[in-house]
């Protein structure tokens, strides 16, 4: 256990050393949140009311939106890809460690500190432009908040991985998750709530994973529990359970396969 | 003599061009050999605009006005903010690569070349994939601006040169970036930035309050890039912006190309 707490905070410290590039990579992610909340808030000039949301509520929205972004989609699992190219990966896997323990060591470190910078610029949205916020006053919704979230980051990091274990068969990584993050910016929720969609198309994507990643946890948190959470809450643990399924395939298939050629 | 130096600078326009288009089909040719990513990326690029251009759709439909506009004119908006982002992208893709040259030291190489550097490490990457989606957005650009009320030719042709004042506005955010790689050998993140704020435009300036609207328009000039061309169109542009952004555009040029000469000057070839 302890090797891997070394791990974590070896990856901590990383950060730090590389100072000015995680600064810019947040302030990327600050500059979202400010054009979100005045897309939003422009949108609601007018009106009280829009898409079945409040102002309170949307704005309580995006600022969900940007924590659990940091927490659920900030990965170092794209590490694993240039491992595995460059062969990296031979020498982790003769290491006395677990592989997937290591990764998750490092993931643990990538959120945590993604998270921290994920409230101080929510902090300062805050003090600088006083938006009424909507903290949700049923308590039963909290744990579920919780559990869906926990959901939410199994279910990015089984797919993150898995698309980096294509790697073992070729190099063109990037095509596929390009591919996953345009989906994941588009139909995740992280720019605006899904239900704002047409029904239909609502209901398509929510036999998806994608909604569970952040936009799911979110919905819990604005509209509290209710029975009709059942399904999402099912079919996103069918999905947890079949993305960890094939990453494990994958896995297997991928290191059978790998020669480590060039080493 | 005056005849000499035409003579010279024609022959010297033609040469660079030829480097240009052998360069362009060098990046074509490499861009085809991976066929798979060309598929991927372009169903990716496919997908993001689709959906995009659906929300905003649907989110000014339901509200009938976003900042005073209607959805005609909000659609012109994110539609030239998309022409503007993909003739840059296409143009300038080779910029997102330079840091590997500047860390290597291979931008000394570039720099023994009898051409100008820019010819390599600015435009000498075209990425063909952005060609490919820029015909639907002029396409559709065409037909949301023919639905606009009380156009006229004057408009159109102001609304044209404002959009090639905004090209040069980002070449000089490029020129900018790789002064800056070479200072900082920081590429990526000031890239994604210059990004970012040209997002922020995609929707009218006007959602912003101040002072963060002067600064995207005057300071960060994306909003001259973006946002005045659009006004120009609707004829809600006044003369004072439009002078403005002419100075501000000639500035930010003058700027970079001196950032560019400073930057050069403290090249150190540290991975040489």
Not at chain 1, 131 to 154: C, E, R
Not at chain 2, 98 to 122: G, N
Request: proline share 4%; hydrophobic share 55%; glycine share 4%.
């Amino acid at each position: 256990m302890e090797k891997y707490l070394k791990i974590f905070q070896i990856t901590f410290a990383q950060y730090f050393v590389y100072r000015l590039s995680f600064i810019l990579w947040r302030a990327r992610n600050f500059f979202n949140l400010i054009f979100l909340y005045f897309l939003w808030t422009s949108v609601f000039h007018n009106q009280k009311i829009v898409f079945n949301y409040t102002i309170d509520k949307l704005i309580t929205y995006i600022i969900l939106i940007n924590i659990m972004t940091a927490i659920v989609l900030g990965t170092r699992t794209t590490d694993v890809t240039e491992d595995i190219l460059s062969g990296n990966i031979a020498n982790d896997l003769l290491k006395p460690m677990s592989f997937f323990k290591v990764i998750i060591s490092r993931e643990s470190a990538d959120k945590i500190i993604n998270f921290l910078f994920s409230l101080v610029e929510v902090l300062v949205l805050l003090t600088v432009f006083h938006p009424k916020v909507f903290l949700q006053p049923d308590f039963a919704a909290y744990p579920l908040f919780i559990l869906t979230l926990i959901i939410g980051i199994a279910i990015s990091f089984f797919i993150s991985l898995s698309l980096s274990f294509i790697s073992f068969w070729s190099a063109e990584t990037w095509a596929p998750r390009f591919i996953y993050m345009t989906l994941v910016s588009l139909v995740a929720g992280t720019f605006f709530p899904l239900d704002v969609l047409p029904k239909p198309v609502y209901n398509f994507l929510l036999l998806t994973p994608f909604p569970y990643l952040v936009y799911f946890p979110s919905k819990i948190f604005i509209s509290g529990v209710s029975s009709s959470l059942i399904w999402p809450i099912i079919i996103s643990l069918i999905w947890c359970i079949l993305l960890y399924r094939i990453m494990l395939i994958v896995w297997k298939n991928g290191i059978r396969n790998y020669s480590a050629y060039g080493r | 003599m005056a005849l000499e130096i035409i003579r010279r600078t024609e022959d010297n326009m033609k040469r660079s061009l030829n480097i240009f288009w052998l360069l362009t089909l060098f990046s074509i040719k490499t861009t085809f050999q991976q066929p798979t990513g060309v598929i991927f990326f372009l169903i990716g690029k496919i997908i993001r605009f689709v959906i995009y251009f659906l929300f905003i759709y649907y989110l000014v439909k339901g509200t009938k006005l976003l900042a005073g506009y209607n959805l005609d004119q909000t659609i012109v908006f994110f539609l030239t903010f998309n022409l503007i982002d993909s003739l840059a992208q296409l143009l300038f893709r080779e910029v997102y690569r330079f840091r590997q040259l500047v860390v290597s030291a291979e931008f000394d190489s570039v720099l023994l070349k009898p051409y100008h550097p820019f010819l390599r490490i600015l435009v000498g990457g075209v990425d063909i994939l952005d060609a490919v989606l820029i015909f639907p957005y002029l396409f559709l650009l065409i037909y949301f601006i023919g639905k606009l009320p009380g156009l006229s030719l004057g408009k159109i042709l102001i609304y044209s040169g404002l959009i090639i004042n905004a090209m040069l506005i980002a070449t000089s955010f490029h020129i900018l970036i790789l002064a800056l790689a070479i200072l900082t050998t920081e590429v990526d993140h000031a890239l994604m930035i210059y990004r970012d704020f040209t997002r922020m435009v995609s929707m009218p300036l006007d959602i912003y309050r101040e002072p963060l609207r002067s600064f995207l328009l005057f300071v960060i000039p994306v909003g001259i890039m973006m946002y005045v061309p659009v006004r120009a169109l609707f004829g809600l542009l006044t003369v004072p912006v439009f002078v403005n952004s002419l100075a501000v555009s000639v500035i930010f040029i003058v700027f970079s190309l001196w950032l560019w000469n400073y930057a050069l000057k403290k090249y150190q070839s540290w991975g040489g």
